[in-house]
């Protein structure tokens, strides 16, 4: 598996691990308003109506942990409320035990 993703200095990098690309995965889908996807138009979540009705989409954001947990160890999504949007911490456990904790604003 290969997909392509901004390094922290903006440029496009190709991970191939299959468990960074997973992370990766599942971080652009978090960030993908819904239907937004041209391959898949089930994924993402829907940030941009949230703002608009102050409701957060825990229930998009459920369905898609649900739809990666198993290439995880672990894997947890919770919504930091201390960011005016939504914004979400996620905490990864790898199936060789490596632990990755991002904060991803939506």
């Known amino acids: 598996m290969r997909i392509w993703g901004r390094n922290s200095a903006g440029q496009w990098v190709a991970v191939t691990d ?23 138009g089930s994924t993402g979540i829907p940030a941009q109506q949230s703002v608009n009705t102050q409701i957060a989409p825990d229930a998009a954001v459920a369905r898609t942990v649900v ?3 198993p290439y995880f160890a672990s894997l947890t999504v919770k919504r930091d409320n201390t960011q005016a949007n ?4 996620l905490r990864a ?4 035990g490596t632990v990755v904790e991002a904060l991803i604003a939506t």
């Not at 652009?28 to 308003?33: D, V």
């Not at 939504?86 to 911490?89: A, C, I, L, N």
């Not at 456990?93 to 060789?96: E, G, T």
Request: avoid cysteine; aromatic fraction near 12%; proline fraction near 9%.
């Open 18 to 40: 299959p468990s960074y690309a997973r992370l990766l995965q599942l971080e652009q889908t978090l960030r993908l308003n819904q239907g937004e996807s041209p391959l898949n």
């Open 67 to 69: 739809a990666f947990q």
């Open 86 to 89: 939504p914004t979400y911490r």
């Open 93 to 96: 456990v790898f199936l060789s």
